[in-house]
């Protein structure tokens, strides 16, 4: 089984930089991907960011210029690092991983997210 447990949440100023952590663990042989997704009160889960096992990143347009999220390939450990948070940034930060299964087949795993809340 694989599990991914995430870090790094809590109550932060606007304008302040905390970094979140995601740690895999188990059955991991490779990873296609990891990425970090937040779903704030009244609405729809959204990616936030996202790296491949190549290092090719994507951000979402409301986070691009101010996160920057990188992995530790020999830990199974993905990084956001949030800079001038605004309190729109507000939500339940949640990280994935996207794992090879069969073939060209893939299975993702979700950790149980951690709040981060951005105080005015």
């Known amino acids: 089984q694989v599990q991914l447990v995430e870090s790094g949440g809590g109550l932060v100023q606007a304008g302040g930089s905390p970094r979140l952590s995601c740690a895999a663990s188990?059955?991991?042989?490779?990873?296609?991907?990891m990425g970090w997704y937040r779903q704030a009160a009244g609405k729809q889960r959204e990616l936030v960011a996202a790296i491949t096992n190549s290092n090719s990143t994507n951000y979402a347009d409301s986070v691009k210029g101010r996160f920057t999220i990188s992995r530790d390939h020999a830990k199974n450990t993905v990084y956001l690092q949030m800079n001038s948070l605004k309190p729109e940034d507000t939500a339940v930060y949640s990280c994935n991983v996207d794992l090879p299964l069969w073939g060209n087949t893939r299975r993702i795993y979700w950790g149980q997210g951690t709040q981060v809340t951005v105080s005015s």
């Open positions: 188990g059955s991991i042989f490779s990873i296609n991907a």
